[in-house]
């Protein structure tokens, strides 16, 4: 496998999308993007309403931006939960869990229906103050370098000068040995989870080679998923490594690979992702794909028997390893990981992740990931 490079800087940009889909399913659409990102704002990141307003809310999909702005959000803190009444008689509701974030309920899910798969933690520690490992020196949050350049293109990052659609929410440049520089936008702490888009990738890329590591996958082989069994399935040749370098081969549809249905429809990777055609021969074209991703998480998700082992399985096994413990990775609604873009991390923890990955895989004397991944 070559080095998997990501770059660990917070940006929110607008984001564009083409869709054919009817007024009906577009308001189910928005009303679900308000439930989903206010319920993870407010419980994830502990942000106020009228934060949410400004950092989630704003800078979105140009086919639901006017409809978002006429929905209200219903914060039930008592049960960590969101209700976003559309269309006078309809609900979109998303519900959160420890550790694990919000989840999107489907299109016409009631309240009695909210009954998610528990996975028990040993510790919740999302709202605890960021202990500052595995750094011996830390420079001090907002804090001056005094490397007059260096601090120079710091204050540049939280202006216009990237450009007018850009705002930067958090810069951090750590050694292995001490973090360097550390500053955030208004409001904003090393405690505030942010959500990645597509940062989560490299995060899901991550967990696969965890379980690459402990001989539970293996890249070179078929991705083994239930879906594509049939003899007469071309889909069965799709390696782990094909969809890992987003060489599946499967139609992809549009420019970006639109994952709608999944991140604001409440709909399933296991109905969405497993579903779509081949189009080339796997390996033979890289084409950027959402649900490549996906499914090499749903390929590690059908190797365990229960859903609650399977949700724990990144957090015991790389996240609570290194430290990563203000980190939500968030699924549909049967617990597929969506880790194409659903997951709230902070600064800290995605330096963390860097540095797993710049010492090879290994963590404290133990490898975790493959030494080559």
């Avoid at 490594?241 to 604001?264: C, F, I, P, Q, W």
Wanted: charged share 25%; hydrophobic share 40%; proline share 3%.
């Amino acid at each position: 496998m070559k080095k998997i490079t990501f770059l660990s800087a917070l940006l929110c940009t607008s984001f564009f999308v083409c869709s054919e889909e009817t007024d009906t399913t577009l308001n189910a659409y928005a009303a679900g993007y308000v439930a989903n990102f206010t319920c993870s704002a407010t419980f994830n990141a502990g942000k106020s309403k009228d934060q949410i307003d400004i950092d989630e809310l704003t800078g979105i999909y140009p086919l639901i931006a006017d409809t978002v702005k006429t929905l209200k959000a219903n914060i039930d803190t008592e049960h960590k939960r969101v209700i976003v009444d559309y269309d006078k008689d309809k609900q979109r509701i998303s519900v959160w869990r420890p550790r694990l974030g919000c989840v999107d309920l489907p299109v016409g899910a009631s309240l009695q229906a909210a009954t998610l798969v528990q996975a028990p933690f040993k510790e919740n520690l999302a709202y605890q103050k960021d202990d500052g490992k595995p750094w011996q020196t830390l420079n001090g949050v907002n804090k001056a370098t005094g490397n007059k350049a260096l601090d120079e293109v710091i204050a540049q990052a939280f202006t216009r000068h990237y450009g007018e659609g850009a705002r930067t929410s958090a810069i951090l440049i750590a050694s292995p040995q001490a973090i360097l520089a550390e500053q955030y936008k208004a409001g904003f702490s090393p405690e505030t989870a942010q959500r990645t888009w597509s940062v989560a990738k490299s995060i899901g890329a991550s967990i696969v080679g965890v379980a690459v590591a402990q001989k539970r996958l293996d890249v070179t082989k078929p991705a083994g998923l239930e879906s594509w069994s049939h003899p007469l399935d071309p889909r069965g040749e799709i390696t782990l490594e094909n969809l890992l370098h987003m060489a599946s081969g499967l139609d992809s549809n549009k420019a970006g690979n639109r994952t709608d249905r999944v991140y604001m429809g409440g709909g399933l990777v296991s109905d969405t992702a497993t579903h779509t055609a081949l189009e080339v021969k796997p390996g033979s074209r890289w084409k950027y794909a959402n649900n490549d991703t996906m499914l090499a998480l749903r390929a590690l998700r059908e190797t365990f028997n229960d859903e609650a082992s399977y949700l724990r399985y990144p957090y015991d096994n790389l996240l609570d390893k290194i430290g990563m413990q203000h980190t939500f990775l968030e699924s549909d609604w049967q617990s597929d990981f969506i880790l194409s873009s659903q997951v709230w991390t902070t600064s800290r923890d995605l330096a963390r992740l860097g540095l797993l990955h710049l010492n090879n895989g290994r963590w404290q004397g133990e490898q975790i990931l493959p030494k080559d991944w």
